[in-house]
């Protein structure tokens, strides 16, 4: 039973690594590129470093929807179908 839930724990935290990463690589490469920009031109304008970034996560989220949507759709179906082997508490 604690093994079965530590598994089912582990499976999220993979899942949501695994939903959260494009995003979060794509915002980390951006900013990567700003700061060699900005450091490069010693432009050291705030919103310059916000705007682009924004925008790459916001693009990345769209381009990786039906992906992130299978992903989170087989993890609900799996969660699903390990309700019915869980013991009633109590």
């Known amino acids: 039973m604690e093994g079965e839930l530590v598994m089912l724990a582990s499976d ?3 899942t949501a690594l ?3 990463a494009p995003m ?3 915002g980390l490469l951006a900013g ?3 700061s060699i920009f900005q450091a490069t031109t ?3 304008e705030m919103t310059l470093s916000f705007v682009p970034k924004i925008l790459v996560v916001a693009s990345v989220l769209i381009l990786t929807m039906p992906w992130m949507m ?3 759709i087989d993890f609900t ?3 699903f179908g390990k309700i019915a082997t ?3 508490a109590g």
Do not use: E, H, S
Request: glycine share 4%; hydrophobic share 65%; charged share 10%.
């Open 12 to 14: 999220t935290f993979k």
């Open 18 to 20: 695994m939903i959260a």
């Open 24 to 26: 979060l690589l794509g």
């Open 32 to 34: 990567l590129l700003i």
């Open 42 to 44: 010693q432009i050291n």
């Open 70 to 72: 299978n992903i989170m």
């Open 77 to 79: 179906v799996r969660v």
């Open 86 to 88: 869980f013991p009633l």
